[in-house]
């Protein structure tokens, strides 16, 4: 699957356009066209006591969402990509997956903030979930506290040093796939995959180093078609009561942009998935996310 068209949704404009500027890189990969999705929300231009709607609001809104739109257009222009603007009112999980579907987008984007509230954590974790195309959660900026003064790092070159977290899954070998949309953007590779320790518990020695063997195999062979094409590969096998701890911790000392799951199938390992790993990675993580299903 190819990466012609992105929706990116914005909701943080500073910010937001910083997400964009990583976008722009995608014509590298035969990116064609972004559209930009703006939805405000129903409650902020209607008042309660007789479901009214606030029209002179909602038009200042949409009209100041335009003006942005039209300045990032110039340097989605500038790129060499066509763009559209889509700005919408009512429910942002709603319109952002009817716009997904409308406009036939290759990859969607959203953008969070470190510290935001959970709620909207769990917003983006159902869009995971009720979406068909992959999901790119770029995390826009983070906040670091060294001994000294807090610094503002930021997330740039997002598709430099991906992360592949795999459980083997068929979505896993998607998500692998789906990596070599960003061929010319990656430098190096990564792929984890995390041990749970209560899998090894009773064990015997000799049963354990012959699972770590066969998992190992199992990168190994999980790299190839990466490999293959002339990229730079590192493999990783860990062991761990938290999963996503531990893939965080790899992603950091490695330095990794990018970190990229494949959504599991129905049943109780999806939930375990997405409602553990997937959830912890989006709301602890400093790094962009990308879920492939």
């Known amino acids: 699957m190819s990466i012609k068209r992105v929706l990116y949704a914005v909701s943080y404009w500073e910010l937001g356009y910083k997400g964009l500027l990583e976008l722009l890189a995608l014509k590298k990969t035969g990116l064609e066209e972004i559209v930009l999705l703006h939805v405000i929300p129903r409650e902020e231009v209607s008042y309660v006591p007789f479901g009214g709607f606030l029209k002179e609001k909602a038009l200042e809104l949409t009209e100041a969402a335009k003006l942005k739109f039209e300045e990032w257009v110039k340097d989605i222009e500038k790129a060499g990509l066509k763009s559209k603007i889509v700005i919408e009112i009512g429910d942002p999980l709603a319109k952002i997956l009817e716009v997904a579907e409308d406009v036939s987008a290759d990859l969607l984007t959203i953008g969070k903030q470190k510290s935001e509230r ?164 989006l709301k602890a993580a400093e790094f962009p996310l990308l879920i492939i299903p």
């Open 118 to 281: 959970l709620s909207i954590s769990e917003m983006i974790l159902q869009l995971i979930n009720r979406t068909k195309i992959p999901v790119l959660v770029y995390c826009h900026s983070i906040l670091k506290e060294p001994e000294g003064p807090p610094v503002i790092l930021e997330n740039v070159q997002i598709f430099r040093k991906p992360l592949l977290a795999t459980d083997f899954s068929e979505n896993s070998l998607r998500a692998r796939d789906f990596l070599l949309n960003f061929k010319p953007l990656i430098e190096t590779f990564y792929i984890v995959h995390i041990i749970k320790s209560e899998k090894i518990s009773g064990l015997k020695e000799e049963e354990i180093q012959g699972l770590e063997e066969k998992l190992k195999r199992q990168l190994t062979e999980l790299s190839q078609p990466l490999i293959s094409q002339e990229l730079k590969s590192d493999t990783f096998l860990g062991l761990g009561e938290d999963p996503a701890r531990e893939i965080l911790e790899f992603a950091r000392e490695k330095e990794a942009t990018l970190i990229v799951l494949g959504k599991t199938g129905k049943g109780f390992f999806e939930k375990f998935f997405m409602g553990s790993v997937t959830s912890q990675l």
